[in-house]
């Protein structure tokens, strides 16, 4: 398994402004991926952060609003930018590692719970 | 990517085995099934997940028709900290090779007394 760590736990934030969550693995992973959840909904993928190029994002997600950086194989940033009310919710920051031959689990972090009032 | 299709909330007393089930009739032959829970205000924990043979771990157990189009997550003594919304995921291939998981709505499970 890997221990998964988000910073910061929790924030309110003014609109307009923007907010960056870090995620921080206690073990070199394939792959990182961030999540947003909206009050009462399920998980919708925002990204893969990929190691040393530009984040894919998935159908209504744009870099401009959630950049992404992933320096290195165990730590990745999500910023918020430019927030308004609606992007409250939990970001959570996701890793898979392999867990032995042909065997793959996926891992999520705390959350980072975000309230932009 | 197929899609999945639970009840959205059960209940089970506690002691007793909870079934949990999922259609997946869509699913094609490199999708993996996925088992998460999600218990308030924490991350998803992953269950299991199996290709095509019933898995069993500490946890839980997979049960996979031979069709692959439904499965049935069994906890076999729920607790009340088994409440949860249980989510199941069908994924092309395992993740890292090409898979992601993209969840649906799940179920609440609710494990009473």
């Known amino acids: 398994s890997a221990v998964i760590s988000q910073k910061p736990s929790r924030d309110i934030c003014q609109r307009g402004t923007s907010l960056t969550i870090q995620c921080q693995v206690d073990s070199q992973v394939t792959m990182m991926f961030w999540y947003r959840q909206q009050p009462g909904q399920s998980l919708t993928l925002i990204a893969t952060a990929n190691q040393g190029s530009e984040a894919t994002y998935e159908s209504g997600f744009v870099i401009d609003k959630f950049p992404i950086s992933r320096p290195n194989l165990t730590f990745s940033t999500l910023t918020v930018s430019n927030m308004s009310p609606e992007d409250s919710s939990i970001y959570l920051c996701?890793?898979?590692?392999?867990?032995?031959?042909?065997?793959?689990?996926?891992?999520f972090g705390p959350g980072t719970r975000l309230t932009v009032t | 990517d197929a899609k999945t299709t639970q009840p959205p909330s059960m209940d089970c007393a506690e002691g007793r085995a909870a079934n949990l089930p999922c259609n997946h009739s869509t699913i094609s032959g490199n999708e993996y099934v996925y088992w998460y829970r999600q218990i308030h205000s924490q991350g998803p924990q992953y269950i299991i997940h199996?290709?095509?043979n019933n898995e069993t771990n500490e946890m839980a157990s997979l049960i996979i028709t031979e069709d692959r189009k439904s499965s049935t997550l069994i906890l076999p003594h729920a607790t009340l900290r088994d409440t949860a919304v249980y989510y199941c995921i069908v994924s092309p291939g395992a993740p890292g090779q090409g898979g992601k998981l993209i969840f649906g709505q799940g179920t609440e499970l609710s494990v009473k007394p």
């Open positions: 996701s890793v898979v590692l392999r867990g032995g031959l042909q065997s793959y689990e996926q891992y």
């Open positions: 199996g290709l095509k």
